[in-house]
């Protein structure tokens, strides 16, 4: 056993930070053991240092942070500071100066990940991110080394908790959006400012990383279709009810079945009751792979949190000390195929649409003309007439997102259309 410590370096010390520097403390003799050689936390860079954290030494708490990772000691950097500045360039001083980086940093490395993994490359250090993505949640290794002999085809889950909590309150206590977000503020799953929660902004952070290792490809934020869930209506989960299903929102990146293309994007979807990812309650996360040796995976657990994501930060952390010991590194970039991602029109999967309608002869033939015209099928038809005028439910088939909008284009421009209520893809199926 080395006894000369390996040195770590924390940028942010919030909810995260501190956590990972009291279980750094707390499991230092198990660290140690699994390592091979003692972890010494060198220095932890804050932006407000005056603030109490409680187990966290104070004399290693500095605001200057590039001094830290400009030391040429550090071993390992752990950036938990979210966001892309200042910790873009604070990793890639990291590298340049010798130490391999954990980070817990989606939109990071959702958006600058292949340089990021070059700039780890060109230093021989390590880039680990398991964090980054559904917290607590094995996903990140399992995709970039169990599943590294195998092909995955599909990635489908629930990847943000706080959307997920606000769904699961709107669908078991009937609450509506805004009312099921304050109990998410209130209970602190919601941020202050929850837009990259509600608008699906995370979510999709996260559904190009998945996308991106999953089908060793360059998947970037800005290629992810993404709709939030602020428009999901009470109607909505009681149409889903009504259909046997729930809404979720949900980060699905599929491989094409010709295999030449990818998609990602992130939306609110029905699944039927019977998925498993209906039974994903409160804050959780679950996401389903599905390979084609393996077949069907599914990884489920908390997806946020202090506690969680710094179990995911600890367990990067004993990787790339260990394979510093042993002078190597651990997988880098894999984005060999280079696969195009195809715009949303090209994805197919079915749909609900609610329409508001005149209740007379020919209505109903009218509307399904317009879905014919378009090469869209209709799978169920469901109506409800009251004083003249009615709701109509339709489920379609399977067809591509294009057709679907063309459809509802034509269908807005009838005058028996009174107006489109909702549209809400169908899936899990
Ligand atoms: N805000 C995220 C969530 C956790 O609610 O799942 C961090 O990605």
């Given at each position: 056993?080395?006894?000369?410590?390996?040195?770590?370096?924390?940028?942010?010390?919030?909810?995260?930070?501190?956590?990972?520097?009291?279980?750094?403390?707390?499991?230092?003799?198990?660290?140690?053991?699994?390592?091979?050689?003692?972890?010494?936390?060198?220095?932890?860079?804050?932006?407000?240092?005056?603030?109490?954290?409680?187990?966290?030494?104070?004399?290693?708490?500095?605001?200057?942070?590039?001094?830290?990772?400009?030391?040429?000691?550090?071993?390992?950097?752990?950036?938990?500071?979210?966001?892309?500045?200042?910790?873009?360039?604070?990793?890639?001083?990291?590298?340049?100066?010798?130490?391999?980086?954990?980070?817990?940093?989606?939109?990071?490395?959702?958006?600058?990940?292949?340089?990021?993994?070059?700039?780890?490359?060109?230093?021989?250090?390590?880039?680990?991110?398991?964090?980054?993505?559904?917290?607590?949640?094995?996903?990140?290794?399992?995709?970039?080394?169990?599943?590294?002999?195998?092909?995955?085809?599909?990635?489908?889950?629930?990847?943000?908790?706080?959307?997920?909590?606000?769904?699961?309150?709107?669908?078991?206590?009937?609450?509506?959006?805004?009312e099921a977000l304050d109990e998410a503020t209130a209970l602190g799953y919601a941020e202050a400012d929850p837009t990259a929660d509600v608008e699906g902004f995370d979510a999709a952070a996260k559904a190009a990383i998945l996308a991106g290792i999953a089908f060793h490809t360059r998947?970037?934020?800005?290629?992810?279709?993404?709709?939030?869930?602020?428009?999901?209506?009470?109607?909505?989960?009681?149409?889903?009810?009504?259909?046997?299903?729930?809404?979720?929102?949900?980060?699905?990146?599929?491989?094409?079945?010709?295999?030449?293309?990818?998609?990602?994007?992130?939306?609110?979807?029905?699944?039927?009751?019977?998925?498993?990812?209906?039974?994903?309650?409160?804050?959780?996360?679950?996401?389903?792979?599905?390979?084609?040796?393996?077949?069907?995976?599914?990884?489920?657990?908390?997806?946020?949190?202090?506690?969680?994501?710094?179990?995911?930060?600890?367990?990067?952390?004993?990787?790339?000390?260990?394979?510093?010991?042993?002078?190597?590194?651990?997988?880098?970039?894999?984005?060999?195929?280079?696969?195009?991602?195809?715009?949303?029109?090209?994805?197919?999967?079915?749909?609900?649409?609610?329409?508001?309608?005149?209740?007379?002869?020919?209505?109903?033939?009218?509307?399904?003309?317009?879905?014919?015209?378009?090469?869209?099928?209709?799978?169920?038809?469901?109506?409800?007439?009251?004083?003249?005028?009615?709701?109509?439910?339709?489920?379609?088939?399977?067809?591509?997102?294009?057709?679907?909008?063309?459809?509802?284009?034509?269908l807005r421009r009838l005058d028996t259309v009174r107006g489109v209520a909702s549209i809400m893809r169908v899936e899990g199926e």
């Amino acid at each position: 056993m080395r006894t000369r410590p390996l040195k770590v370096a924390l940028l942010g010390c919030g909810v995260v930070g501190s956590e990972v520097a009291r279980i750094m403390t707390t499991h230092a003799d198990d660290l140690t053991a699994r390592i091979g050689a003692p972890i010494e936390l060198a220095g932890i860079a804050v932006r407000r240092p005056d603030r109490v954290r409680e187990g966290v030494p104070a004399e290693l708490i500095t605001t200057d942070a590039t001094a830290l990772v400009k030391r040429g000691d550090i071993d390992v950097v752990v950036e938990v500071i979210g966001g892309i500045e200042p910790a873009r360039t604070l990793i890639t001083t990291a590298f340049e100066h010798g130490a391999s980086v954990v980070s817990a940093n989606k939109a990071l490395l959702a958006e600058d990940g292949a340089a990021l993994h070059a700039a780890a490359e060109k230093q021989n250090a390590d880039l680990y991110y398991e964090a980054a993505v559904a917290g607590a949640i094995p996903l990140v290794r399992p995709l970039r080394e169990s599943l590294a002999g195998d092909k995955v085809n599909r990635v489908l889950g629930i990847v943000n908790g706080t959307t997920n909590f606000i769904l699961d309150r709107m669908d078991s206590s009937g609450a509506g959006y805004s009312e099921a977000l304050d109990e998410a503020t209130a209970l602190g799953y919601a941020e202050a400012d929850p837009t990259a929660d509600v608008e699906g902004f995370d979510a999709a952070a996260k559904a190009a990383i998945l996308a991106g290792i999953a089908f060793h490809t360059r998947v970037r934020l800005d290629d992810v279709h993404r709709e939030g869930l602020t428009e999901v209506t009470s109607a909505d989960i009681a149409s889903a009810k009504r259909m046997g299903c729930t809404v979720k929102l949900l980060a699905i990146c599929e491989r094409a079945a010709d295999g030449k293309s990818v998609t990602a994007r992130v939306h609110p979807a029905m699944i039927p009751l019977s998925h498993p990812l209906a039974s994903v309650r409160e804050a959780y996360n679950a996401v389903f792979v599905e390979a084609e040796a393996a077949g069907q995976l599914m990884f489920y657990g908390p997806g946020a949190g202090g506690s969680p994501t710094a179990s995911a930060v600890l367990g990067d952390l004993v990787v790339a000390c260990r394979n510093r010991l042993a002078n190597t590194t651990g997988p880098g970039d894999s984005a060999y195929t280079r696969l195009p991602v195809s715009p949303m029109g090209d994805v197919v999967t079915r749909y609900h649409i609610s329409l508001d309608v005149a209740d007379k002869p020919g209505v109903l033939a009218q509307v399904a003309t317009v879905f014919a015209e378009h090469d869209v099928s209709i799978d169920t038809v469901r109506q409800q007439g009251k004083d003249g005028e009615a709701s109509l439910v339709v489920v379609t088939h399977r067809a591509a997102d294009a057709a679907l909008s063309a459809t509802v284009e034509a269908l807005r421009r009838l005058d028996t259309v009174r107006g489109v209520a909702s549209i809400m893809r169908v899936e899990g199926e």
